[in-house]
């Protein structure tokens, strides 16, 4: 099985400054200028015992990283002396020290004042930790220099925000430590600014601006909402203010907020209700105003939205397959020889995967070649390097084990695991499990309906009786049974198998536990959770759990969003709320029965209002919670309106926009994937799609003593190809978005591709004009 690839930073690049005695690749030749088509810009200055080779290779794979990533080229190392700034921040290491500190700067907002309790630190102590964060970050912005400047840094619009913003706070820190005491820091909200900016985050970075990008329809449709909210503000003030038991519209202003808040619902019927008692006609204001921006402007929204989000998705992906594109086209110029102009040869594959996949194995770097080399002529044309980035997400083996994995194994385990692969390949086998699964399913429905003297008892009944044991033992057998006869890489390689071995050992876990701490009721979800499977079962669950498959990615990024627009806006708040106090707040306003409080013992207390405030982080992200679901929302708002300046309404509405905003692309999202999934089911059979996610390789011996021609990569590769005979491996990739999006839009690609090629034969450029890319390849002149 092929290695995990890491980042290519990690291995490849850290032994750049080694010495490369051990390189067999690029050195063959007298003089290696001799062989090169063309030289890396990086190997200008380097003396000609060096092996110029390996500087083409290294720049190729660095070319490839940037396409990955979806780098600018502007910001590529264009000289030897940038070469050690630019690995250095472009390093695991690196990445992971980054994250870290971005991490830490955030979870300072809990020891800083307003404080969690028991986090509250000294001055001293977090303003030191924060400018010791703000200093790491800091190196990466202090090394781009080296390689990028001043003036690509101003251009590059994400780093010269995340400068500014690191100026401020670094002065802030410095002027917090030297008063030791807090003051008004609203700007400690920008501090998400760069964990978004980490290497962890590009996703992150991705979908923020897909969210700018679909603002334009949101914006307009904004407008149009407002004009709406306006227009029957207006008319409601002039309708009812004149009712004496209405104080929904006493003012302009307050029908404006009564409106707002309408368009949420949370205040309906409420705000109807003076109205409805003076005249039942006045319900027809309310319910075509309800109408109107609710069940019309509201959807057609989310239309308008969801059309956007569907060409930008497209346009993405358009926009990244070309940027792959012309990284393959820099680095394919760097790795063809004088001899091969308009090939690559094998040894210069193999030197550039040492750089930019130094993980994976020999027996892959060969086998992706094979693949890649459809046209069989043992070269890399610039059309089949292009494959690359999909080629190296193949996991390969054997097409035809000769032997199950345990024919070396003691003859009588040999029979037990020939016995239990027999069984496991049952054509009935899986129906017994689906009976157990059901069986499992009416035990616990009995145990419900048992009566229970308290709730731990309930609990030890449901999920630590013997039916639980008997069930959770047959699991573990059935699991046992497959993992024996199947092999473990082949039973974990099903995401099914995976999800049944770690939902029953969990449940496991979790029965012990209830017996050590009765009181862990908590437990109880654990058991049911094996009935999952029998979803599997029906097409259109499967076609669910398969969106939530592609939505994965998508989601993390939704929740990091989330928490990062969250983080704004309890910092916001804090500063300006914490000082007030909710209880027995609002007098003479339409709120206050909820903010009652009455501190004995024995009183009957019917809300708790007063707990949505801002008196730290963690209950400011609790507060925003509840704004965000809207019921009762305006309760919180009022009552800061009330304690605070009635222009406090303005948060909690730009704060009720922003989470609309994010939410409503977030629905776009799930119904483009949702309707991708179907669209690709309906267009691709089952034998289809695996093919589509299957590569078979066929290795002659004979051939590959011709392609490798050296002895030492030969002699190790005996372990994983038969000496004078044929080996056959079969390739398989993930079903990811990535590899579904290539197989939907083949026709799409030819179309762009096409257009690509002819925009380079007008422009005679390769799509990037060479001054953005600073002229990375310098010809040899020999």
């Given amino acids: 099985m092929a290695t995990t690839r890491d980042s290519p930073d990690d291995d490849g690049y850290k032994h750049f400054t080694e010495d490369s005695h051990n390189v067999s690749y690029g050195s063959n030749s007298s003089n290696p200028l001799d062989e090169m088509g063309s030289r890396s810009s990086l190997s200008r200055e380097i003396t000609e015992s060096m092996d110029h080779w390996e500087m083409n290779y290294h720049e190729a794979a660095i070319f490839l990283e940037e396409g990955e990533n979806n780098e600018k080229f502007d910001s590529h190392p264009r000289h030897p002396s940038a070469l050690p700034a630019y690995l250095l921040v472009h390093n695991s290491w690196y990445y992971g020290l980054d994250l870290t500190f971005s ?21 001293g102590i977090h303003g030191t930790l924060e400018l010791v964060s703000l200093g790491v970050i800091g190196v990466e912005l202090a090394l781009k220099l080296r390689w990028i400047g001043w003036t690509m840094i101003l251009k590059h619009k994400r780093t010269m925000v995340k400068g500014i913003t690191l100026f401020i706070m670094v002065l802030e820190s410095v002027i917090v430590l030297v008063r030791q005491s807090s003051h008004f820091r609203v700007t400690r909200a920008l501090r998400p600014i760069f964990l978004v900016d980490t290497r962890a985050c590009g996703a992150v970075r991705r979908f923020i601006r897909q969210i700018l990008q679909s603002l334009p ?3 307009d449709m904004l407008v149009l909402l407002l004009f709406f909210v306006c227009s029957y503000s207006l008319l409601g003030y002039f309708l009812f203010s004149e009712h004496a038991t209405n104080l929904y519209f006493r003012s302009l202003s307050d029908s404006f907020v009564s409106m707002f808040v309408l368009l949420t619902t949370a205040n309906f019927p409420d705000v109807m209700m003076p109205s409805y008692k003076e005249s039942k006609w006045n319900a027809i204001f309310f319910i075509s105003y309800i109408s109107t921006v609710l069940y019309v402007l509201m959807n057609l929204m989310l239309a308008v939205v969801y059309e956007t989000f569907t060409g930008i998705e497209k346009d993405k992906f358009r926009k990244l397959l070309l940027h792959k594109r012309k990284a393959c086209q820099l680095a394919f110029r760097l790795l063809v020889s004088k001899q091969t102009p308009n090939m690559v040869r094998f040894k210069q594959f193999h030197g550039l995967m040492r750089y930019y996949s130094p993980r994976t194995s020999q027996r892959d770097v060969v086998l992706i070649f094979r693949q890649l080399n459809t046209s069989g002529t043992g070269s890399l044309t610039e059309d089949e390097f292009l494959g690359i980035y999909d080629a190296i997400t193949l996991r390969w083996r054997l097409k035809d084990p000769p032997d199950p994995w345990f024919s070396a194994a003691w003859p009588p385990l040999r029979m037990f695991c020939r016995a239990a692969r027999k069984i496991v390949t049952w054509e009935y086998f899986e129906h017994i499990v689906y009976v157990l699964i059901v069986g499992n399913g009416l035990a616990m429905f009995i145990r419900v309906l048992e009566s229970s003297v308290s709730l731990e008892e309930g609990a030890k009944n449901f999920c630590a009786s013997w039916d639980t044991y008997l069930f959770l033992t047959l699991f573990l057998v059935e699991a046992l049974l497959r993992i024996v006869g199947l092999g473990w890489g082949e039973y974990i390689s099903s995401g099914w198998n995976f999800f049944d071995l770690s939902v029953t050992l969990v449940a496991l876990i979790g029965s012990l536990l209830l017996l050590v701490r009765p009181n ?31 939505l994965s990615p998508l989601m993390w990024s939704t929740a990091i969003v989330m928490m990062v627009m969250y983080y704004f806006f309890a910092i916001i708040g804090m500063e300006l709320f914490a000082k007030y106090e909710l209880r027995d707040c609002c007098t003479d306003t339409a709120v206050k029965d909820f903010y009652k409080y009455d501190p004995t013992a024995n009183a009957t207390i019917g809300y708790y209002y007063y707990l949505n405030n801002f008196s730290n982080l963690l209950i400011s992200g609790v507060t925003l919670f509840e704004l965000t679901v809207v019921n009762n929302w305006f309760i919180v708002m009022e009552a800061y309106a009330s304690v605070a300046h009635p222009s406090s309404r303005i948060f909690f509405m730009l704060f009720y926009l ?18 991708f999934r179907i669209q690709y089911k309906k267009q691709t059979s089952k034998r289809d799609e695996e ?20 002895p030492k990569l030969l002699e190790s590769l005996q372990l994983d190809f038969v000496p004078g005979g044929v080996s056959i491996y079969i390739g398989r990739r993930r079903r990811t978005r990535d590899v ?16 690509a090629e002819e925009q380079e034969r007008i422009t005679g450029i390769n799509f990037v004009e060479e001054s953005h890319i600073n002229t990375r390849l310098i010809h040899s002149e020999v």
């Fill in 217 to 219: 329809p949101i914006l």
């Fill in 691 to 710: 093919q589509m996610l299957h590569e078979e390789v066929v290795v002659d011996w004979n051939s590959l003593q011709r392609q490798v021609q050296e």
């Fill in 658 to 675: 922003f989470t609309m905003v994010v939410l409503t692309i977030v629905v776009a999202s799930v119904l483009e994937a949702f309707r």
């Fill in 103 to 123: 991490i830490i700067l955030l979870l300072l907002a809990l020891a800083e004042s307003p404080s969690v309790d028991k986090f509250q630190l000294p001055v």
């Fill in 740 to 755: 579904l999006q290539r197989h939907m839009y083949i026709s799409e690609i030819a179309q762009w591709l096409q257009e």
């Fill in 520 to 550: 862990l009721t908590v437990v109880v979800i654990l058991r049911p959770l094996r009935l999952l499977r029998l979803f599997k079962l029906k097409k259109r669950y499967r076609d669910i759990f398969g969106t939530l498959v592609l």
